[in-house]
């Protein structure tokens, strides 16, 4: 039996070994620190003595339910309830939360979780190379995933079969401060041009002019086959992305664009290749991307991304309604119009100008 200190009352906790060379923990419950004791919630050194010996042995009604809740567990349940909501978001935090938190605490009891263990974690997540933007980068990052690992937690504690009260593991786990930053970088049509002009090799080329017409993240047209271009009915579905598949609708420019790429190359194919004929990997696009921003005088902390800031920050400019910008892209709404904010405010007179209704002229 042990004692865990929290902010207010403290908790019993009892750690029973399962006989196989592991243990699990459960809390059996508070401290006579500022109530006094009434025997069920709140209980004396020698009443929690008692209770932990029967949650040991196996007695009471919380060990016959089955297995102990971990983390693995509670994150399925509300990635399930989750999915019903937004299959979006679902989709981007399953995959957030396999690669970046279940393999470190996917196996633990959400009972055993402490606010050390979580900061730890959190901290693991920046980068320490000396790069000042990366390491911001990675902490925004940090931030996203925190705020996905806090959601499953208090989704499990808000469930009363699980019989969990002290969420002050990750309650108290703060993010970090002032580093989160609109996206800024991002290249009107001449500058992409000059960008096009600046590319060594024509198929990057083609890869950076799918990025300015489509708006798709690198990844998801890294994972485009040539069958995913539909011609007929001028659309690119993405078979996987960060919020899941979805067809864009394409523009003529675009749609005449991927059908003089394609040509008549096999529906296996990447739709978007390497001079070997091998599809676009991971961060096989930062070098000469990097070369061609230096070459063409734009700004240096341009990206691949860029691309698709440029895409979005052109469409509100045009007046694209935000909702089919945000389906065609993967987003949501809420999320152009927090990334966008400045675009947004720059183009609003105008957009009340064209679009309000008028009364005495025509």
């Not at 567990?73 to 679902?90: D, G, K, P, V």
């Not at 399953?94 to 263990?117: K, M, S, V, Y």
């Not at 990844?219 to 992305?241: N, S």
């Not at 930062?286 to 070369?291: A, F, G, H, L, S």
């Amino acid at each position: 039996m042990g004692y865990r200190r929290t902010a207010t009352a403290g908790s019993w906790v009892v750690r029973v070994a399962d006989g196989k060379g592991g243990s699990w923990t459960k809390r059996i419950g508070a401290a006579d620190d500022l109530s006094d004791s009434d025997g069920e919630a709140v209980l004396t050194f020698w009443e929690a003595q008692e209770k932990a010996k029967v949650v040991a042995q196996g007695d009471s009604d919380d060990t016959k339910r089955g297995t102990p809740l971990t983390v693995e567990r509670a994150a399925e349940a509300y990635l399930a309830s989750l999915e019903a909501r937004n299959s979006r978001t679902a989709y981007d935090a399953r995959l957030r939360l396999r690669r970046l938190l279940l393999p470190r605490f996917g196996a633990n009891r959400i009972e055993d979780l402490t606010r050390r263990q979580l900061e730890a974690w959190r901290d693991g997540l920046v980068h320490k190379d000396g790069d000042a933007e990366r390491r911001r980068r990675s902490q925004d990052t940090a931030n996203r995933v925190l705020s996905i690992v806090k959601a499953l937690l208090n989704h499990a504690v808000g469930d009363p079969a699980n019989n969990l009260s002290d969420d002050n593991a990750w309650r108290l786990v703060r993010p970090f401060q002032g580093v989160a930053r609109a996206r800024e970088v991002h290249f009107t049509v001449p500058e992409m041009l000059r960008l096009l002009e600046a590319a060594d090799d024509t198929l990057f080329r083609d890869l950076l002019t799918a990025g300015f017409l489509t708006g798709a993240r690198y990844g998801e047209l890294c994972a485009c086959e040539v069958r995913h271009f539909d011609l007929a009915r001028e659309t690119l579905h993405v078979p996987r992305g960060k919020t899941g598949p979805r067809t864009v609708i394409l523009q003529p420019e675009a749609v005449t664009f991927f059908a003089r790429i394609v040509g008549k190359r096999g529906k296996s194919e990447p739709l978007l290749a390497r001079p070997n004929g091998q599809g676009w990997k991971p961060s096989d696009q930062q070098r000469p991307m990097e070369q061609a921003i230096a070459k063409a005088g734009l700004h240096p902390e341009g990206t691949f991304y860029a691309l698709r800031h440029s895409y979005i920050s052109r469409a509100i400019e045009a007046g694209m309604p935000l909702t089919v910008l945000a389906e065609n892209c993967g987003t949501s709404v809420r999320m152009i119009e927090k990334t966008y904010a400045k675009v947004l405010a720059d183009k609003r007179r105008e957009f009340i100008v064209k679009g309000a209704p008028r009364l005495f002229t025509a």
